[in-house]
């Protein structure tokens, strides 16, 4: 991200009770991102398991 280190964002969702995953799993709700037409697997994976891509602006949002 551009305006927000990945430790503060972490930090934020924290404390607004969000949980932080590593991993691409069914439970995962949101990916963040600036890409969302990457082709990687991860991508990939997370597309089939219907997870919302979202930027940084929609971020932003959700935790301030």
Not at 4 to 16: D, G, L, N, P, Q
Not at 49 to 57: D, H, Y
């Amino acid at each position: 991200m551009k305006t927000i280190t990945k430790e503060e964002a972490e930090k934020r969702v924290k404390e607004s009770g969000g949980v932080i995953r590593e991993d691409i799993t069914n439970d995962l709700w949101y990916f963040v991102t600036s890409n969302s037409g990457n082709e990687s697997e991860e991508f990939q994976k997370a597309r089939k398991l219907g997870v919302l891509f979202i930027n940084e602006a929609e971020f932003k949002k959700m935790i301030d």
